[in-house]
């Protein structure tokens, strides 16, 4: 019969044996070893590991004011760094991150490179490299005026460099050469406002970087057209952000057969396969947006696709896979059958036809100018969370209330936050003089809710509306919403004060009607609330006006409606 013999042996180890354990292990994983257990916690404290190294010129100079000449407070800095450094390498010290923010004039990089010998020697996991020059400009950056960072002989110096950031610099092949066999453990390569010479240079990076996953671009200047990132095999995570200069023009992906994440909001054209495994996705100008997405992204689980002063005349949006769609243009048709989508926002000027099949929908928003003349929703009714937002840009009518009310019926059942606010990108003269003009016809007065809506409204205004134009907005916005609250901010005196007088003449006046009144709101409340802030106004509608003009407090009003009056 045998017995397992549970005993811990590996604690009995000489100390020495634990540290060579822990050297052949990444930085983050070392110290995740002490919580193993006590013996492995003593461990790891005397195993001894840098976690952040921050050498930064410019704070060390603004630290040093007036105790030196510039030139003397930049020695002092470089020995203070190049010390630390000669120290860590001798005693064989672990780095987890090294940033080095340094300072150049004079285009005397010399300095700069005695530095970067000493990281090639520095067992570091994660390091970022910052290069200021007097003449650099983030918008403008010039080959003369940067670093020409040494990336290949710092990559393949260094087996446990996992992330690398380099700000600033030059990266060209003419410095240094690739060494056949020679690689990089790097995993993770962030280039900010870099100047990448050539294909030769990106060639090198992936030959040298075969492991690379994640790849950021950000304000970059390139000397050529294309930027192919299929050489990086290994790529799962891609991104070009920011304004991207120099000759580059285009961005291709296709044969990217490990890309899941690609944002590029940069304004280039985007080379891709119909095949590609990609995501989740983030576009911002560009074509391909308008059309079927699902069908050049099939595998698409979350998407945020933005355009701006351009239209498209439809989009189309239609998988099982996707969970989180946002969508900021203005396609004229917007077509969404997603089964399994949790998360749908639009925002835009407005859509004249909207179809959204999404059973499973968490919560929809929509921001736009316009209400969609045409509208038809499958939702879950107990679930969904339905914000609107509409920014009214122009004049109202009758009619505009009207295809509101029709709108709103669309979505009954649901729980709305809608809000409701001026366009705050026109002039305040312009704003001022809006028209909004409401009358019920024979159309309109067809139209009458059948049950308590439970509709949350918000009105917020930058610039006083005239006496008649609030009468008619909050007669129209009202009657078509027939809201469970209003919450008012902001100059909205006229709404207040319209919405006080009419409160009052309800309480003086009782039940006016005998049915169900179309034309007059007020007719239909059979209970309300005032508030202003935490203060109930009810009982004291008269002062409420001058308490919203004088208070910060947002003015609240509680609706209960009674339909059913015969």
Same mark, same amino acid.
């Given at each position: 019969?045998?017995?397992? $013999?549970?005993?811990?042996?590996?604690?009995?180890?000489?100390?020495?044996?634990?540290?060579?354990?822990?050297?052949?292990?990444?930085?983050?994983?070392?110290?995740?070893?002490?919580?193993?257990?006590?013996?492995?916690?003593?461990?790891?404290?005397?195993?001894?590991?840098?976690?952040?190294?921050?050498?930064?010129?410019?704070?060390?100079?603004?630290?040093?004011?007036?105790?030196?000449?510039?030139?003397?407070?930049?020695?002092?800095?470089?020995?203070?760094? $190049? /010390?630390?450094?000669?120290?860590?390498?001798?005693?064989?010290?672990?780095?987890?991150?090294?940033?080095?923010?340094?300072?150049?004039?004079?285009?005397?990089?010399?300095?700069?490179?005695?530095?970067?010998?000493?990281?090639?020697?520095?067992?570091?996991?994660?390091?970022?490299?910052?290069?200021?020059?007097?003449?650099?400009? #983030?918008?403008?950056?010039?080959?003369?005026?940067?670093?020409?960072?040494?990336?290949?002989?710092?990559?393949?110096?260094?087996?446990?460099?996992?992330?690398?950031?380099?700000?600033?610099?030059?990266?060209?092949?003419?410095?240094? /050469?690739?060494?056949?066999?020679?690689?990089?453990?790097?995993?993770?390569?962030?280039?900010?406002?870099?100047?990448?010479?050539?294909?030769?240079?990106?060639?090198?990076?992936?030959?040298?970087?075969?492991?690379?996953?994640?790849?950021?671009?950000?304000?970059?200047?390139?000397?050529?057209?294309?930027?192919?990132?299929?050489?990086?095999?290994?790529?799962?995570?891609?991104?070009?952000?920011?304004?991207?200069?120099?000759?580059?023009?285009?961005?291709?992906?296709?044969?990217?057969?490990?890309?899941?994440?690609?944002?590029?909001?940069?304004?280039?054209?985007?080379?891709?396969?119909?095949?590609?495994?990609?995501?989740?996705?983030?576009?911002?100008?560009?074509?391909?947006?308008?059309?079927?997405?699902?069908?050049?992204?099939?595998?698409?689980?979350?998407?945020?696709?933005?355009?701006?002063?351009?239209?498209?005349?439809?989009?189309?949006?239609?998988?099982?896979?996707?969970?989180?769609?946002?969508?900021?243009?203005?396609?004229?048709?917007?077509?969404?059958?997603?089964? /399994?989508?949790?998360?749908?926002?639009?925002?835009?000027?407005?859509?004249?036809?909207?179809?959204?099949?999404?059973?499973?929908?968490?919560?929809?928003?929509?921001?736009?100018?316009?209400?969609?003349?045409?509208?038809?929703?499958?939702?879950?009714?107990?679930?969904?969370?339905?914000?609107?937002?509409?920014?009214?840009?122009?004049?109202?009518?009758?009619?505009?209330?009207?295809?509101?009310?029709?709108?709103?019926?669309?979505?009954?059942?649901?729980?709305?936050?809608?809000?409701?606010?001026?366009?705050?990108?026109?002039?305040?003269?312009?704003?001022?003089?809006?028209?909004?003009?409401?009358?019920?016809?024979?159309?309109?007065?067809?139209?009458?809710?059948?049950?308590?809506?439970?509709?949350?409204?918000?009105?917020?205004?930058?610039?006083?509306?005239?006496?008649?134009?609030?009468?008619?907005?909050?007669?129209?916005?009202?009657?078509?919403?027939?809201?469970?609250?209003?919450?008012?901010?902001?100059?909205?005196?006229?709404?207040?004060?319209?919405?006080?007088?009419?409160?009052?003449?309800?309480?003086?006046?009782?039940?006016?009607?005998?049915?169900?009144?179309?034309?007059?709101? #007020?007719?239909?409340?059979?209970?309300?609330?005032?508030?202003?802030?935490?203060?109930?106004?009810?009982?004291?509608?008269?002062?409420?006006?001058?308490?919203?003009?004088?208070?910060?407090?947002?003015?609240?009003?509680?609706?209960?409606?009674?339909?059913?009056?015969?």
């Amino acid at each position: 019969m045998y017995y397992i $013999n549970h005993k811990d042996l590996i604690s009995k180890l000489p100390e020495e044996i634990f540290h060579r354990i822990l050297s052949f292990l990444l930085i983050k994983d070392a110290i995740r070893t002490s919580v193993l257990s006590k013996t492995w916690k003593y461990v790891c404290s005397s195993y001894k590991i840098v976690q952040s190294l921050y050498f930064d010129e410019t704070l060390f100079a603004s630290l040093s004011a007036q105790r030196g000449q510039d030139q003397e407070i930049k020695d002092r800095f470089m020995n203070s760094v $190049n /010390n630390r450094l000669l120290t860590i390498n001798q005693q064989h010290t672990p780095v987890l991150e090294l940033t080095l923010n340094l300072v150049v004039n004079n285009a005397d990089f010399s300095h700069v490179d005695r530095l970067m010998n000493l990281v090639r020697q520095t067992r570091v996991e994660e390091l970022c490299i910052f290069v200021q020059t007097k003449d650099f400009c #983030w918008y403008d950056i010039c080959a003369d005026t940067c670093y020409n960072f040494p990336y290949l002989e710092i990559l393949v110096s260094s087996k446990w460099l996992q992330s690398l950031t380099v700000r600033a610099c030059r990266l060209s092949s003419t410095v240094g /050469n690739y060494v056949v066999g020679m690689y990089s453990s790097l995993k993770h390569l962030w280039l900010s406002h870099v100047m990448v010479s050539d294909e030769e240079t990106i060639s090198n990076l992936a030959s040298s970087c075969p492991l690379i996953e994640l790849l950021e671009f950000k304000c970059c200047t390139f000397g050529m057209k294309t930027l192919t990132l299929s050489i990086f095999h290994k790529l799962k995570n891609a991104y070009v952000e920011g304004s991207q200069n120099g000759r580059i023009c285009e961005v291709d992906i296709r044969e990217c057969v490990n890309l899941e994440s690609f944002s590029c909001t940069a304004h280039l054209e985007l080379l891709f396969s119909s095949d590609n495994p990609i995501r989740d996705l983030h576009l911002v100008d560009n074509y391909i947006v308008y059309g079927d997405l699902t069908a050049d992204f099939p595998l698409l689980e979350k998407a945020k696709l933005v355009t701006e002063d351009i239209d498209a005349d439809w989009f189309k949006a239609a998988n099982y896979h996707l969970r989180k769609l946002e969508i900021e243009f203005d396609p004229h048709e917007i077509y969404v059958d997603c089964p /399994n989508l949790r998360y749908f926002k639009y925002r835009g000027c407005g859509c004249k036809k909207v179809f959204i099949d999404c059973p499973n929908l968490r919560e929809l928003l929509y921001e736009g100018d316009q209400v969609p003349s045409l509208l038809k929703l499958n939702l879950p009714t107990d679930k969904c969370l339905v914000k609107l937002h509409f920014r009214l840009s122009c004049d109202l009518d009758t009619s505009w209330f009207i295809r509101f009310k029709v709108f709103m019926e669309h979505i009954a059942g649901q729980k709305i936050y809608l809000s409701i606010g001026f366009d705050s990108r026109f002039d305040p003269w312009i704003q001022s003089r809006i028209q909004v003009e409401f009358e019920l016809n024979e159309f309109g007065a067809t139209i009458r809710p059948s049950q308590q809506n439970n509709v949350h409204l918000k009105v917020a205004r930058q610039y006083h509306l005239r006496k008649r134009t609030s009468a008619a907005f909050v007669d129209g916005l009202v009657w078509s919403t027939y809201p469970s609250t209003l919450t008012i901010l902001g100059y909205c005196n006229g709404i207040v004060e319209y919405l006080c007088k009419k409160l009052a003449s309800k309480g003086r006046d009782g039940c006016c009607c005998e049915q169900f009144c179309n034309k007059f709101w #007020w007719h239909n409340i059979e209970d309300f609330e005032a508030t202003s802030g935490n203060e109930d106004m009810k009982e004291n509608l008269a002062s409420m006006v001058k308490v919203h003009n004088n208070s910060t407090e947002n003015s609240c009003f509680t609706f209960k409606w009674h339909f059913d009056l015969h």
